[in-house]
């Protein structure tokens, strides 16, 4: 594994830094992604959504927004949205007037039955041992990072 760090002045080169490693990794899995999320209408951020919402209905946007790394100024949008494609509902949280709870229609979850929530293990030209063992990894590093950046902003 490559680090961000150069072994010697000059000779930094673009493809030994991890964060473009993961960068241009996104971009890929976000071309790769498209022609299934073109066939349902949505973006890669709509998809997501969905899919947190499949694994748990009835979410608070903020707790949603914690779940996605998403501010409510980028996540508010992206639900009015989705709203109006008819694929989830929002409303006041009864309990507590200050929440808004989110929850997907009927329409929303045929989205699951459509076979659309393929996934790109096989794309991605790995085995599907090595490509959770990569997912896992990323996700460690992401957490990893997050704890690095609230440890040194004093958060």
């Known amino acids: 594994m490559k680090s961000d760090a150069p072994k010697k002045t000059g000779d930094v080169k673009l493809a030994d830094f ?3 490693a993961i960068y241009s990794a996104n971009l890929a899995y976000g071309r790769a992604y498209r022609p ?5 209408g949505v973006t890669y951020t ?3 959504i969905i899919v947190a919402l499949w694994e748990q209905d009835n979410q608070t946007v903020g707790g ?5 790394f998403l ?4 996540l508010t949008p992206i639900l009015k949205k989705l709203e109006e494609l008819g694929f989830l509902n929002r409303r006041r949280d009864p309990a507590d007037e200050r929440q808004v709870l989110v929850n997907l229609t009927d329409a929303g979850r045929a989205l699951r039955n459509k076979g659309v929530q393929k996934n790109l293990v096989a ?3 790995l085995t599907p041992e090595e490509f959770q063992t990569v997912q896992k990894m990323v996700a460690r590093l992401r957490d990893n990072l997050i704890e690095h950046a609230k440890d040194t902003s004093g958060a």
């Open 64 to 68: 949603l927004g914690e779940k996605l």
């Open 46 to 48: 709509q998809w997501i």
């Open 123 to 125: 794309a991605s030209g």
């Open 71 to 74: 501010e409510s100024n980028t």
């Open 36 to 40: 299934i999320l073109e066939e349902l």
């Open 18 to 20: 991890m964060c473009f």
